[in-house]
């Protein structure tokens, strides 16, 4: 999937980060998202590269990368840690400033990385999210429902890590065959009784695939690194989510601390975010320049659903 590009791990803020690198130019960073890995990236990085230096990590506590050991106040996975892991990653390639783009987790990442290192990060993108504090304070019966996910993981260990455990492929494939990616998922006979099918065959509930939406490799490679100890991990990552995450997310609106770079916001027009907020607004709320954007014809998955038209946006706004 990554012809041309570098696969190594890399230590960064006390532990060691898994990804691939390659391309000439600016350097890129790109941030992916749950329950995914950097492999997002296959289908818009070769052509990114012509351009761009790209990196492209898995985050802590996905993919390859460490997942180290929690505390009770969730710290090792908040937003802050994981924007000194790519802050201290970009400086290993010697990278002092450079752009970010960051979907779902990733893109939580990157505004945590832009307020808390606004000399490092040139320009920012965020795919399919809203701000943090605005989705929970936004939160209404209707999107709780669409992203139970939110209100389900941040459970107090082990409950969400046990329940996940008991079927973890019916789980991922159930979570990545929604969220307006409507055409992720193709009618399949029903496959009772036989273990559920990897790969692009993926069985979804009620006799539905993973498919033609996501590269079979891609999909293995989510599939192969959704295992117990990424799951305790990414429940971390959405535990500090709801709460070191908030705290810090308000102290910098009580301080007036927004990102100063420029930023664009895109977001799939069948997804959730462009059902129940409105990305352009709450991003202009927490940035000092113009916030640029629209919404994509994609679900959640932009990336991996509309890679062309992505291409086209992040040409266009990084080489601005």
Known sequence: ???????????AN????????????????LLHG????????????????EKFTLVMPDLRGYG??????????HAPYSKRTMAR????????????????????????????LAVDHPRAVERLMVLDISPTLTMY???????????????????????PERLIAADPLFYLHRKIGAWG?????????????????????????????????FDPRALAEYERCFTAPAVHAMCEDYRAAASIDLEHDRADLLASRLVECPVSALWGKRGVVDK????????????????????????????????ELLNAEMQAFFAA
């Open 64 to 73: 390859d990368s460490d997942k180290p050991d929690s505390s009770a106040d």
């Open 276 to 307: 129940f907020f409105t990305p352009l607004a709450d991003w202009q709320e927490r940035t000092r320049q113009v916030v640029t954007g629209r919404a994509m014809p994609s679900g959640h998955y932009i990336a991996e659903e509309v890679p």
């Open 137 to 159: 304070e936004g939160t209404t019966m209707q999107f709780a429902a669409a992203y139970y996910h939110w209100f389900f993981l941040i459970q107090p260990e082990p409950l």
């Open 181 to 213: 990616s409507a055409h992720a998922m193709s009618e399949a006979p029903s496959q009772a009784n036989r273990e559920p099918p990897r790969g692009a065959a993926a069985e979804q509930p009620g006799g539905q695939q993973c498919a033609p939406l």
């Open 1 to 11: 999937m990554f012809a041309g590009f570098r696969q190594e791990r890399r230590r």
């Open 14 to 29: 006390g532990i060691t980060i898994n990804l691939r690198h390659g391309g000439s130019g600016p350097p890129l960073l």
């Open 85 to 112: 892991d790519a802050a201290e990653l970009m400086r290993s390639f010697g990278f002092e400033r450079f752009l970010v783009a960051g979907h779902d987790r990733g893109g939580r990442v990157a505004h945590r």
């Open 34 to 49: 749950f329950p995914q890995t950097h492999a997002i990236w296959h289908k818009v990085a070769p052509q990114l590269a």
